[in-house]
């Protein structure tokens, strides 16, 4: 009777499908982007093997974060420190790809092992770049092809790949050069910390030392990164209040949905009650046809949303967020909010059917 | 001959409306196992309301309302008691239209625990009762007028209810749809003993009845069995001239003249014995 009821007004239930979609769509495609690209950053963070990572203090956006150069050796100088690797961190246009991550990496550590060459030698100049398959294949470049950076000119010296989309998409060059071509001489984004192999129980005290010997930096754990970050905190906030809002459109547009249903059943609801039934099974139909409905919309937002977040592969840096199939965790959370979505559209509506008087629902015109 | 059991009884049955306007003031009857009865009365006499009140629909200001021995005025379960003890039949259908005949005699049967197996098997077996078998499967829709009606006598049977509450049944209906609907509750009430209490403003209807109960201004003013047709013209008859005439041994002249001199005792001890 449940699915009769549904279908009965195909076009409103369509619409109401519709209305949950969008707002399923936008929560799952928002939590799959905002955890992608904590994940990648993450990645990206531990990809070095280095334990911490230090950046500026006070700052809203990594990529706004400035250190002295200088500090490293200053870190390098804590007894359970290995080593340190410092990183400057350029959003750039290349080419006809207006978001080129590109990391400028100091030759200490591991730093430039873990981009594994697939095709050329790596860098042996100063004007030497390596460039990821993905932005290779972007922008159409390949081994000894040049590059205009800031107007200076690079020869693509090799192209790499490594686990990490952000590098995957963008390109690879010489701290030092990073650092003459964006004219930012003497600075670093951040720096990662690598810890000998007998500290690594000491990872919070180096941390606390760290920050307090330094108050300039802001140091954490490279796994806890991206989670800490006020930039990745502030594209949460604003995934979740954009869910907000398509949820709350969702839940209006089922309410009405139901109360209109519902009103137009009046005599029928009557009937119902007249015939026997209680008003918890009167209730429990309205609401379990408003359950159904953001069911629905809930599964069909889902694919929306995977098509949404498939989108990003227009963007190489972005693009393995579009590979990446949607976590168990953004699926459950769109089939929670569907559920919440639904009892939200339902439970009033349904209130309202159990408490018709059932002599004066039989008399409604 | 057993006793028939009281089914309905109402004592100093009042309801009123904001205290003014006073639809039932003060209505007393009786209703047995069996019966099939007829409230009549014109439009704002409370036969409506009464129905109301018997079926639990609404609650009465002052007097009590007992049916099957519930004092249904007391009842804090109404819903209970309209699924179990009485079935209803509204004026207009009120079928569900996205649901199938027997889907809609199922419709009161969802309160009982019944598997999905026994219910459509009882609501087979009611829509053959009402003469509807072969057309479980269509949807209101494809029905007539008459049939729908039907479809809602069989429903309101659907949970054995002790009796069947019909307000207007054939108040939207045409003369011989109405006329079928009737078939069907004399059917029901003289070959299974179903107690039904028919609301109407149609005389016609009315007759149909064993018993007519005549309300104006929400008050029983006259409350009569229906007399058998054929005894009903034979009364007509005995109190006529030549009744009367035939009864002191006269033999007037129409009698005569059609050759019924020899059969004058014999008339007047049929006239005798009405």
């Not at chain 2, 309160?111 to 209101?140: C, H, S, W, Y």
Request: glycine residues 10%; charged residues 20%.
């Amino acid at each position: 009777m449940v699915m009769k009821n549904i279908w009965r007004r195909k076009v409103r239930s369509l619409l109401t499908i519709a209305g949950v979609m969008i707002g399923i769509a936008v929560v799952v495609a928002l939590t799959r982007l905002s955890e992608g690209i904590a994940g990648q950053i993450t990645d990206l963070m531990m990809s070095t093997g280095a334990e911490i990572t230090v950046m500026q203090s006070g700052i809203a956006d990594m990529s706004f974060s400035a250190l002295e150069e200088e500090l490293g050796k200053h870190f390098a100088e804590i007894l359970e420190v290995e080593w340190v690797s410092g990183f400057l961190f350029q959003i750039t246009q290349v080419e006809n790809n207006p978001y080129f991550v590109l990391l400028g990496v100091s030759p200490n550590g591991n730093a430039f092992d873990r981009f594994h060459l697939v095709e050329g030698e790596g860098i042996q100049g100063e004007k030497d770049l390596l460039l990821g398959h993905m932005a290779s294949d972007f922008i159409q470049k390949g081994l000894n092809d040049r590059i205009t950076i800031q107007k200076e000119t690079f020869r693509v010296s090799g192209i790499y790949e490594t686990g990490v989309g952000f590098e995957n998409g963008g390109g690879v060059m010489k701290l030092s050069t990073a650092q003459q071509v964006f004219k930012k001489d003497d600075q670093v984004t951040l720096f990662q910390i690598k810890l000998k192999p007998q500290a690594l129980d000491q990872i919070d005290e180096v941390i606390t030392r760290l920050e307090a010997e330094f108050p300039e930096v802001i140091a954490y754990r490279s796994s806890e990164f991206a989670q800490n970050t006020p930039d990745i905190q502030m594209l949460q906030t604003l995934a979740a209040a954009v869910s907000l809002i398509g949820l709350l459109a969702g839940a209006l547009g089922t309410m009405n949905t139901m109360l209109m249903s519902v009103f137009e059943r009046t005599r029928e609801i009557g009937t119902l009650r007249a015939l026997g039934w209680r008003k918890v099974r009167i209730l429990r139909m309205i609401l379990a046809e408003a359950l159904i409905l953001s069911l629905i919309g809930c599964f069909a937002g889902i694919v929306l949303a995977a098509g949404l977040v498939a989108l990003t592969g227009l963007f190489p840096a972005l693009s393995s967020l579009g590979k990446a199939p949607l976590s168990g965790n953004a699926v459950l959370t769109g089939l929670f909010v569907a559920l919440v979505l639904g009892a939200i559209g339902g439970v009033y509506p349904a209130w309202r059917a159990a408490r018709l008087r059932p002599i004066e629902a039989l008399r409604y015109e | 001959m057993s006793e028939k059991r009281i089914v309905v009884q109402t004592k100093d049955l009042v309801k009123s409306y904001s205290g003014e306007i006073y639809a039932l003031k003060g209505v007393n009857l009786t209703i047995l196992e069996s019966e099939l009865t007829a409230v009549m009365g014109p439009s704002g006499s409370g036969k409506s309301t009464l129905l109301n009140m018997i079926g639990a629909l609404d609650r009465p200001t002052s007097g009590d309302v007992q049916v099957a021995g519930e004092m249904v005025s007391d009842l804090a379960d109404l819903d209970r008691f309209r699924s179990r003890v009485v079935g209803f039949v509204f004026q207009l259908h009120n079928l569900i239209p996205t649901l199938t005949a027997a889907e809609n005699v199922t419709v009161p049967m969802r309160e009982l625990r019944m598997t999905n197996k026994e219910r459509d098997a009882r609501a087979k077996m009611l829509l053959d009762i009402v003469g509807l078998g072969g057309k479980e499967f269509q949807i209101p829709a494809q029905l007539s007028g008459g049939e729908r009606q039907r479809v809602a006598i069989a429903r309101s049977l659907a949970n054995e209810p002790r009796m069947i509450l019909a307000d207007e049944p054939t108040g939207n209906l045409d003369t011989h749809s109405g006329g079928e609907v009737m078939d069907i509750f004399k059917g029901l009430n003289r070959n299974h003993g179903v107690t039904i209490l028919v609301v109407t403003h149609d005389p016609t209807v009315a007759r149909s009845a064993d018993r007519i109960i005549h309300l104006l201004d929400g008050k029983v003013v006259r409350d009569e069995f229906v007399m058998d047709p054929y005894l009903q013209d034979l009364r007509e008859f005995k109190a006529s001239r030549l009744g009367q005439s035939i009864q002191k041994g006269e033999t007037p002249l129409s009698i005569q003249e059609v050759g019924l001199v020899s059969h004058m005792e014999v008339l007047k001890e049929i006239l005798e014995m009405v």
